[in-house]
C-alpha cells in the first residue's frame, strides 16, 4: 500500500481510517442543491469537523485520510494532524470498489483495534465515537448503519489483520452483516453518528442539528447560505 504522510506517529488504542473522495466526485448527487464550489467546501468542512472529533476521542491513537492525491485533502490531513494516505494507482482486482481496496489496504498494516469512519458526519462529536468504539472493542467486528438503514458510516475490527475487509457502497449495512458485523445500536444522543449527508432532503435536516465548526462556517457562506435555504436549511439556526 501507499506510504502514510506526515500526522501522527502513536500506535497505542484505535487507529480511525476516514476516507474522503476527490473533491471533484465527492458528493455528486448533492448538486441540485449546491453550486460545485458549495459541494466542494462543504465535503471539506464535513471532513475537517470528523477529523477533528476522531482526533480528540479517547483511547484513539492514529487517524489516517485515505483519498486521491488532491492538494486541498493532503493539505486538510496536514493541518489537523492526521496521517494522508493516497489511494494506490494500480487498479484493483475485478468487480473491487477502488475506494474500498484503498481502505482496506490502509488498514492492512496495522496493528490494534481499527476501524473506517465516513467524513460525511458533521454532527459528530468525540464522546459519541468514544462510547461507539467501546462497544465495537467488545466484538470482533462491528458496524453503524446510516439512518436510512441501509448505509454504513462505520465499522470497526478487532481481530487480526486479514480480518479486514471493507463493504462500503450500495446497501453496504447488508453486506457487512453477511461478512459477520454486529451492528452497533446508536439511538437517541448517539444518532448523530447515523445522519449521513449524501442528498439534497439530507441538507434539508441540518437546520436542526448541531453540526461542528467548520460545517456551520460553510453554511454561513452566502452562496451555501442561499442554496441550502431554498432546499429548507437556514444557516442561522446551526451551531
Do not use: Y
Not at 476522531?54 to 492514529?62: D, E, H, K, N
Request: aromatic letters at 2%; one cysteine or more.
Amino acid at each position: 500500500m501507499s506510504t502514510a504522510e506526515g500526522g501522527t506517529t502513536g500506535t497505542d488504542g484505535w487507529t480511525i481510517v476516514v476516507p474522503v473522495k476527490a473533491l471533484d466526485r465527492a458528493k455528486s448527487r448533492l448538486d441540485p442543491a449546491l453550486p460545485s464550489a458549495g459541494r466542494k467546501a462543504l465535503v471539506l468542512a464535513m471532513a475537517a469537523d470528523v477529523l477533528r472529533a476522531c482526533l480528540a476521542t479517547p483511547g484513539v491513537g492514529r487517524v489516517r485520510v485515505v483519498s486521491a492525491v488532491d492538494p486541498l485533502v493532503r493539505d486538510l490531513a496536514a493541518r489537523v494532524g492526521a496521517e494522508f494516505v493516497p489511494e494506490p494507482q494500480q487498479a484493483p482486482r475485478p468487480r473491487v470498489d477502488p475506494l474500498n481496496a484503498a481502505l482496506t489496504a490502509a488498514l492492512a498494516d496495522v496493528h490494534g483495534p481499527v476501524g473506517v469512519v465516513t467524513a460525511d458526519l458533521p454532527e459528530l462529536r468525540p464522546h459519541h465515537l468514544a462510547r461507539i468504539l467501546a462497544s465495537a472493542a467488545r466484538h470482533p467486528h462491528s458496524t453503524v448503519a446510516d439512518h436510512r438503514g441501509a448505509g454504513t458510516t462505520m465499522a470497526f475490527w478487532t481481530g487480526a489483520p486479514e480480518s479486514r475487509v471493507c463493504r462500503f457502497g450500495p446497501d453496504s449495512a447488508t453486506r457487512f452483516r453477511a461478512g459477520g458485523a454486529v451492528t452497533v445500536g446508536v439511538a437517541a444522543d448517539l444518532a448523530a453518528a447515523a445522519r449521513d449527508v449524501d442528498i439534497p432532503a439530507d441538507l434539508a435536516t441540518l437546520s436542526a442539528r448541531d453540526v461542528g465548526a467548520a460545517t456551520a462556517e460553510t453554511l454561513r457562506d452566502p452562496s451555501t447560505r442561499h442554496a441550502t435555504h431554498v432546499h429548507g436549511v437556514s444557516a442561522t439556526m446551526v451551531r
